[in-house]
């Protein structure tokens, strides 16, 4: 089965930047989908984006619309989430999750298989 292994989390400040990277061990991201979800102690999981199969759709939710970029490089096998513009309610874990299909996935049906996380910390 595939494992989406994250990285890039860390201990930043607000209005800092951080590049999560996900790669696919035992396996591909090619033809699916890749989606980034967060949580946060005592808050639903929340799907923040989504990113197609080619990268030439994403979706954002609402929270880091502006600030969050999405991008892969399918010859690398890797996808990336840019965070700009950190707040303190951006600190969570993030996890990248593989698509069922080759659209951007936006609801919790869509993913497959999912990382171990990357803790994200901004202080204020």
């Known amino acids: 089965q595939v494992q989406p292994v994250e990285s890039g989390g860390g201990l930043v400040q607000a209005g800092d930047s951080l590049r999560l990277s996900c790669v696919a061990s035992g396996g591909t991201f090619s033809g699916v989908g890749v989606g980034w979800f967060r949580q946060a102690p005592g808050k639903q999981r929340e799907i923040v984006v989504g990113i197609n199969w080619s990268g030439g759709t994403t979706f954002y939710a609402d929270s880091v619309k502006g600030r969050f970029t999405t991008s892969r490089d399918n010859a690398k096998n890797t996808v990336y989430l840019q965070m700009n513009n950190l707040r303190a309610e951006d600190t969570a874990v993030y996890y990248c999750?593989?698509?069922?299909?080759?659209?951007?996935?936006?609801?919790?049906?869509?993913?497959?298989?999912w990382g171990q996380g990357t803790q994200v910390t901004v202080s204020s």
């Open positions: 999750a593989r698509g069922r299909s080759l659209m951007a996935p936006r609801t919790w049906r869509e993913f497959d298989s």
